[in-house]
């Protein structure tokens, strides 16, 4: 059974540095196609890709944020890692991690962790 | 950059067929996904690789393609199948959602 669940502060101040962690059982992102992905999604509004990172290490942005955001794994705790730095008002947003494969054609998002209300405001 | 377009809202009557586009230049060489979210909840794939269909979705979610247009048909929608549609494509290094669709069936 594959799970997700992300998990960092409810809560961050502009200007700050923001980290959220993906903590993921039922797949392993040693195995060869497998990766995850960050997605938010801000009050009312569409989903939004952030970031994926995949088995081989390779990590992929998005291009409007990509000066900001890190993407980083710990294969031994099954976990991924987010960092957004220089956070604004517009950032808020639930943060979801989600499962993700390589195929042929490109990525497949398949499962999704139940995301995080992430609110900047001072 | 591509872009992947939906209607903002799609309404229907329960038990009439409801039809859901998504439209992108990117969706003439690659697959779409589509998933289904429900207010407070995580998004749930209901359709891959244009057409196929998880285990476990009812068989009255159907997708189809046509060149740079993809159809989400949900036939005889049911009141619980009232929620926003998302679909979803990758290029080589980049993963695409449209906009999203507010499904009403009332």
């Known amino acids: 059974q594959v799970t997700l669940r992300e998990s960092g502060p409810a809560l961050v101040r502009p200007t700050q540095t923001l980290t959220l962690t993906c903590t993921f059982s039922?797949?392993?992102?040693?195995?060869?196609?497998?990766?995850v992905s960050w997605i938010r999604q801000p009050p009312g509004k569409a989903l939004e890709w952030l970031a994926l990172i995949a088995w081989d290490d390779d990590k992929y942005y998005t291009t409007s944020l990509k000066t900001r955001l890190t993407i980083s794994q710990d294969t031994s705790k099954n976990q991924v890692v987010l960092t957004m730095t220089n956070v604004d008002p517009v950032d808020t947003a639930t943060y979801y991690c989600?499962?993700?494969?390589?195929?042929?054609?490109?990525?497949?998002?398949?499962?999704w962790g139940q995301g995080t209300l992430v609110t900047v405001s001072s | 950059s591509y872009e992947l377009t939906q209607p903002s809202s799609v309404s229907v009557s329960p038990g009439q067929t409801a039809r859901i586009i998504c439209s992108g230049d990117?969706?003439?060489?690659?697959?779409v996904r589509w998933f289904q979210q429900k207010p407070g909840q995580a998004p749930v794939l209901v359709i891959y690789?244009?057409?196929e269909r998880p285990s476990g979705i009812p068989e009255r979610f159907s997708g189809s393609s046509s060149g740079t247009t993809v159809t989400l048909t949900i036939s005889g929608a049911q009141v619980e199948d009232e929620a926003d549609y998302y679909c979803y494509s990758a290029t080589d290094n980049n993963l695409l959602f449209g906009g999203g669709t507010k499904l009403t069936v009332l």
């Open positions: 989600a499962r993700a494969r390589e195929y042929s054609y490109g990525h497949g998002v398949d499962y």
């Open positions: 990117v969706l003439a060489k690659k697959y």
């Open positions: 690789k244009d057409s």
């Open positions: 039922g797949f392993s992102l040693t195995t060869s196609g497998m990766c």
